[in-house]
């Protein structure tokens, strides 16, 4: 981490340059300063439930967090707790769910374990072997990389049966896929004893279909539309009604403010420009939300494509905003520039106002602390979801990166709050979507008439937090061991190893079958009552990938000089470059 800081001389005078290239932002506009919704007021200094973030500390408000300043203590401690027989069980696991994938499903993008069979749900191109290429390369499993690469080459990425294509997940798992894997064969840090032209087709494969994806950004803002239309080369809008009655065009939050990584790589490994400025266009509305979000830095899940406008108030870390908010300050510690500097303050004012409004403790367990969501009005939901639980981690990220220790006491705060999910439950795995009763008033949502369900009772008064019915499912979720493979790497304590191990056990137990892995149906029953018919790709990018880092060695991509996409892709940092 400390050599990332060496760049900041040099990136300082490119920002000059970066600016003048900076494309002409169109003003967030007519219709959605007049939305019908107007911010409610804030609950915010006085939200009862809020207690302080470390640990069993005392009920007091963090102190604001400070402007970040690049001279914090950025040396990472000696991590123990890596071990290398558990290094080996998780890649076994690998060889053994990829076998299965080779045997009734090669080809397909993914493998339905239980059926035996492929299905091509994501275009056809084989998305496990994309999205899996870069762990197997990790792994150093030679047989498998090879396989893979040659399949890769051949694939057709401008052409799919399956319809519009959504830009989104195509960035993560695709182009995140390539651009990783060419980065840690051209490192030197791997085997890489491949045919040459097999690794150049990464890079070539990658700029082919980002020259596709590219078209789905010509929407009036130059936000990315949801979709795009690969045989007329056209976006494809999503629509979303807002509570003034209105439908607009629009896409999520998330997707469209999760390309930073992928296509600021993609510019600097081709030298075309154009990659970065499509995704700074679009970013720009993201980061100046109009009408103002609840909460500064929490935006809601919508965005008008028309003009920009914030659709809704429903900020927080969940699903739908999750990697925009991530990314912001991935990307700063990417590449430092006036414009990621700008993102990354951004950034700090969500972890501010996280720490300050959102980050809450359950009746009875002052010790515990989740992360609220807020509801379209912007008001705390008491409830999360698993993909919020990525953030712990990017908190202990940016606090490394920035050199805020605060925002490590709240990143562990938050990845602690996740264990609890998997701690409690007979499977040893975390369900979907879990709630809890509110520490001031013992009601959930604090609202006494819809307080009646016994069973959410007694399970809130046991654990802290109850499953919310219909979400018991387990399916290949990294999100909480991605927080606690930052923990472990950036803290050094072996106990966040510990959750590892614990969690791949859980998973060999539970979700393995005589074919492969697949998804368990209810994380509260033994042995999950019944498995699910999916093997998703991110099982192979994510799962298996912050498993095996947190048992390999340390040194095994390093969080100072690679920087993780939101699929667990890693691509070098700029200035290692
Ligand atoms: C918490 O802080 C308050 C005010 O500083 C103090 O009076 C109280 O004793 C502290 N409680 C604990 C458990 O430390
Ligand atoms: C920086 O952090 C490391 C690891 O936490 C610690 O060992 C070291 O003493 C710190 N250095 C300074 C100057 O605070
Ligand atoms: C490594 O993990 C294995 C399996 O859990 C365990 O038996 C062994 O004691 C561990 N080794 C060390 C040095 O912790
Ligand atoms: C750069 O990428 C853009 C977006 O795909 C494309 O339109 C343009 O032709 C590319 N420029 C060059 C010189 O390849
Ligand atoms: C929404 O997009 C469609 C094309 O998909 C376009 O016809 C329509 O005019 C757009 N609506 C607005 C409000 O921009
Ligand atoms: C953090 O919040 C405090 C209190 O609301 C505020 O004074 C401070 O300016 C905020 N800092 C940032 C970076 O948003
Ligand atoms: C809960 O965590 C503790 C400490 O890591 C562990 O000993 C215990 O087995 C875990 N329980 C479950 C059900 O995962
Ligand atoms: C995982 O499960 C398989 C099949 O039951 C078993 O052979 C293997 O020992 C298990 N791995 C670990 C580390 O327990």
Redesign the pocket.
Known sequence: MKQRFQCFPILLLLSAQVLAKRPTIVPVGQGTTSLATTPPVPIATTTPSYQGLIKGANSTKPSAIPTPTPSGNTTLPKCTGHNAT?AA?VK??YQ?AWNAYVEYAWGYDELQPLSKTGTNDWYGWGVTVVDGLDTAIIMELHDVVSKMLGWIQSVDFTTTPDGAVEIFDITIRYLGGLLSSYDLLKSGQFRNDYPADQIEALLTQAKTLADKLAYGFRTPSGMAAVDVDFSTNTPVEGTYTASNGVTYNSTNTASAGSFLIEWYRLAALTGNSTYRSLVDTGEYYLVHPSPAPTYPGLVGTQFDTTAGGMLNFAGGWHSEVDSFLEYLIKIYHYKADSITEEYANFWLSAANSTAAHITVHPYGFDDLTFLSGLDDNGALTYAMDDYSCFAGGNFLLGCKVLGIESLCDLGIAAADGCHQTYNTTVTGLGPLYWAWYDSATNTYPPDPTVDIDNGYRRNGAANGEFIVNGDEVYASFPESLESWFYAHRITGDPRWAEYGWDM??SI??TA?NSVAFATVNNVGMSWGESQGDSLDSFFFAEVLKYMYLMFADPSTVDLGQWVFNTECHPVQVQCKA
Do not use: D, K, T
């Open positions: 558990r069980a076994e696991a053994y791949f056990l060999n137990e393995r």
